[in-house]
């Protein structure tokens, strides 16, 4: 079992930059790729970003190309979202999941991914 805890969400004006965090606890963390989805009201959850499990590949949806960065540190067992020149269309939930498969073509799926935080609000409006 892994746990996963996101933090860091909030409310940030048009343009501006928030960085969530996702803190993992029980089986070994670097044995998972990690992505973060995110889910804007009455819409379905959405692929944002992924990496792999030692960090030296990552992906990222169309959407938040050269805006967001993920990165995660192993020794604390945390993985980041650094998300700049916000947009109100980033607006949602955004859930980090682990990921204990390949680095494969489906890793934008939600279906590969074994374990899911609780989310965290991410709010952009002036």
């Known amino acids: 079992q892994v746990q996963l805890v996101e933090s860091g969400g909030g409310l940030v004006q048009p343009g501006g930059s928030l960085r969530l965090s996702c803190a993992a606890s029980g089986r070994t963390f670097s044995s998972y790729n990690m992505g973060w989805f995110r889910q804007a009201p009455g819409k379905e959850r959405e692929f944002v970003v992924a990496i792999s499990k030692s960090g030296s590949s990552t992906d990222h949806a169309d959407s938040v190309k050269g805006r967001f960065t993920i990165s995660r540190d192993i020794a604390k067992n945390t993985v980041y979202l650094e998300m700049n020149s916000l947009k109100p269309e980033d607006t949602g939930v955004y859930y980090c999941?682990?990921?204990?498969?390949?680095?494969?073509?489906?890793?934008?799926?939600?279906?590969?991914?074994?374990?899911w935080g609780q989310g965290t609000q991410v709010t952009v409006s002036s």
């Open positions: 999941a682990a990921d204990g498969g390949g680095w494969g073509p489906q890793r934008r799926a939600l279906r590969r991914y074994d374990y």
